[in-house]
């Protein structure tokens, strides 16, 4: 009996409190809404706001900004970020945002863009910046190609006292290939220029016509291209690429006009056999070929005459056994 007494003071008494608590809870409401409208009439105010302005007129934004980097606060965050993986979330939905899209397109499209795109790519150091890449790639191909090809003079040379002065027939074989490629593409630019006229006053006939002044226009481009350079440079540009020059027997000087028209002779008559008229060059003390012989001139090393021949490691001696 008395435990359900018990009960019945324990309830009533709960009740109390509740109903006490209630004018406390409406009060601290009532409080903390007057609270929140004087706060939001203090900021509102106009010296509150005089108040701010001043203080960020102030060394105050630059001290919080120098305190942030002293302590590195950016540092942190995007550590952070980086860590909890938040940062690539951001980035990633920045840059896939039709905003970003409709930014990037709109940049690229501007005038502005374009012209700074124009300035770059024309600018003299984009100019020489590939001028150099292409020229030091092709010269590397170059050289590649002139060190083999003095390996395989020497190698292919069949006297027993072999020269490093003289050019052999590698070299002269890659130099005569490349101008040859020349002569070709310089005959193919004029038979157009000369095809163009022809048809324009209505063709060349007949056919038999045609071939004959083709084969002669070639044979004079060709004679015309081997005297001029010979007689001017000393070499070809098949020649300087293989860094090959042709001399006067005893003498750096370049050949006349009449020598290089001898020597073309000579070229003439050592390729009609099958060239044969080259394989003196494997036995003669100065690897002269029928054309040298005949023009009295010799073929070197070197595109000028102060610059030396390549080095080529010597072949071994041979045994006294």
Do not use: K
């Not at 940049?107 to 150099?132: G, K, Y």
């Not at 040859?180 to 157009?192: N, R």
């Not at 048809?199 to 004679?223: D, H, K, M, N, Y």
């Not at 290089?260 to 003669?284: K, W």
Request: aromatic letters at 6%; hydrophobic letters at 50%; proline letters at 5%.
């Amino acid at each position: 009996m008395a435990t359900r007494n018990d009960r019945r003071l324990g309830f009533v008494a709960g009740a109390a409190r509740g109903a006490a608590a209630i004018p406390a809870r409406a009060a601290a409401n009532v409080a903390r809404d007057r609270l929140e409208d004087v706060a939001d009439a203090m900021l509102a105010s106009p010296g509150t706001l005089r108040a701010v302005d001043r203080v960020l007129a102030g060394p105050l934004p630059e001290e919080v900004v120098r305190s942030a980097v002293r302590n590195r606060v950016l540092e942190r965050m995007l550590s952070e970020l980086a860590a909890s993986g938040a940062l690539d979330e951001l980035v990633s939905g920045a840059l896939e945002s039709r905003q970003s899209q409709a930014l990037v397109d709109r940049i690229v499209a501007s005038e502005e863009m374009q012209r700074v795109m124009r300035d770059v790519l024309t600018s003299p150091e984009v100019r020489h910046a590939l001028v150099d890449q292409t020229a030091g790639f092709s010269e590397e191909v170059v050289g590649g190609m002139r060190g083999r090809a003095a390996r395989m003079d020497e190698h292919t040379d069949r006297r027993a006292v072999r020269t490093g002065t003289y050019a052999g027939i590698a070299s002269r074989a890659l130099a005569f290939v490349a101008d040859a490629v020349l002569c070709a593409a310089l005959w193919v630019s004029v038979s157009g220029v000369v095809a163009l006229i022809g048809w324009i006053f209505g063709g060349l006939r007949p056919e038999w016509l045609v071939a004959t002044l083709a084969t002669v226009g070639l044979a004079l481009v060709s004679g015309c291209y081997f005297v001029f350079f010979w007689s001017t440079a000393g070499r070809t540009p098949g020649m300087h690429m293989l860094h090959v020059r042709v001399a006067v027997e005893d003498s750096p000087a370049p050949p006349s006009i009449r020598r290089s028209a001898v020597r073309l002779v000579g070229l003439v008559l050592a390729i009609i056999p099958v060239f044969a008229g080259f394989l003196p060059v494997l036995f003669d003390r100065r690897r002269r070929g029928i054309a040298d012989m005949m023009a009295g001139t010799v073929v070197v090393y070197g595109s000028t005459s102060a610059e030396p021949a390549p080095t080529v490691a010597a072949p071994p001696a041979p045994s006294s056994r």
